[in-house]
């Protein structure tokens, strides 16, 4: 556990981590997805070649069946909700890092000074 300078700081880590595990449950989900359609497939095959059934339809009719598509969408649904708390959990931790290297200064936004007028040329 990191050391912290203040609470904003802390808040954004803890944020951050939070995220990350949700992302690692989305990408499990995902793995069980993926699994339960190479199972299905594998299955499939089997039974299409006690049938006599050659291979490459085999393919073809798992690849029409619902739960062929359920697994992939599944997968496909789990893996786009990881790439998003990912990428959020990237977000915060790169907040976290701000804070920790602008030293204490809390959540405040950095001041921003108006340019001075231009004096313009005749």
């Given at each position: 556990m990191p050391r912290f300078n203040n609470a904003d700081e802390r808040a954004a880590w803890t944020l951050?981590?939070?995220?990350?595990?949700?992302?690692?449950?989305?990408?499990?989900?995902?793995e069980k997805a993926l699994e339960t359609w190479r199972k299905g497939k594998e299955l499939n095959r089997i039974r299409c070649a006690r049938r006599g059934i050659s291979a490459s339809d085999a393919e073809i009719r798992w690849a029409e069946t619902a739960s062929a598509k359920n697994a992939l969408s599944d997968n496909s649904f789990h893996v786009s909700l990881a790439t998003m708390?990912?990428?959020?959990?990237?977000?915060?931790?790169?907040?976290?890092?701000?804070?920790?290297?602008?030293?204490?200064?809390?959540?405040?936004?950095?001041?921003?000074?108006?340019?001075?007028?231009?004096?313009q040329a005749r």
């Amino acid at each position: 556990m990191p050391r912290f300078n203040n609470a904003d700081e802390r808040a954004a880590w803890t944020l951050a981590e939070s995220l990350a595990e949700r992302a690692g449950a989305m990408m499990t989900q995902a793995e069980k997805a993926l699994e339960t359609w190479r199972k299905g497939k594998e299955l499939n095959r089997i039974r299409c070649a006690r049938r006599g059934i050659s291979a490459s339809d085999a393919e073809i009719r798992w690849a029409e069946t619902a739960s062929a598509k359920n697994a992939l969408s599944d997968n496909s649904f789990h893996v786009s909700l990881a790439t998003m708390y990912f990428g959020a959990a990237a977000a915060h931790y790169s907040r976290a890092q701000y804070l920790r290297s602008h030293g204490d200064t809390g959540s405040a936004p950095p001041v921003i000074r108006p340019r001075p007028a231009v004096k313009q040329a005749r």
